[in-house]
């Protein structure tokens, strides 16, 4: 019998369809569910829920269940790490955390990768136990975009680069050359909400779409974890932003309830595109 996946899971779509993946190929899995970010579809799996500062208590249990493999999934809001419940290996590890959160969220990212991996596992990116997920080169669905759409999607993925190599996001909209939002710390749904508010005279509408959403992982990422994601509410936020389409890194970034996306986008008369990982990248 093969050994678990280890899922240390937030909330959302994509660790609900990496378990799934995982109990469908036989492999099974075990859930660690973060205290404060349960999924409640992930209820149903075998596992436990811990808090975020319990690393000794997750390692232990990961361990208990047999798990070699570990992937990390799902959202978690970065928390304020005074109010963290620790036990002892939580503890140790607070230092260099506070150290590294104030590099940013992947330096912090890379203790927690470095300390599992220190404790003999695994550590997998989500397209590694979900290969089915990663978004392929090609125009996915809707139009084909012409050459001002395409335009766009090269200024949007040389922005979503720029801002990626300073960890401040993994997207950007630009709309006829301007770029309209660039992802913070709100996420790719805020960020959407936020052009939505945006004047018609500036942005698309129904009937008449304008501009290009474009997603791809921040060059100085561990890919293993926090690889940018797409779905269904993105599509149609993207939809009420009156945009054209979207644009993810093929390769780079996932895409949950594909199936869903596609037809989704079809419906409202948007395109997915994937687009070369070397878009906007050059001189």
Known sequence: MSAPLGLIAGLGDLPVA???????????????????FEEPRLAAYPGSVLGLGEIGAVISRLKEAGCRDLVFAGNVSRPNFSDLKLDLKGASLLPKVLSEAR??????????????????????????AHAKLLAPAVLIAGPAPGEALLADMEIAARVASASGALDIGQACVVCDGLVLAVEAQEGTDEMLRRCAALPETIRGREGARRGVLVKRPKPVQERRIDLPATGVSTVELAAAAGLAGIG?????????????????????????YGFSPTLGTRA
């Open 103 to 128: 590099r940013g969220d992947d330096a912090l990212l890379r203790v927690l990768v470095n300390e599992f991996e220190k404790n003999g596992f695994n550590v997998i990116g989500s397209e590694q």
């Open 248 to 272: 993810v890194e093929a390769g780079g970034a996932l895409m949950l309830n594909r199936l869903a996306m596609e037809g989704k986008a079809s419906a409202l008369g948007l395109f997915l």
């Open 18 to 36: 990496i378990a799934e993946n995982a109990v469908a190929t036989g492999q099974g899995v075990y859930v660690l569910r973060l205290k404060g």
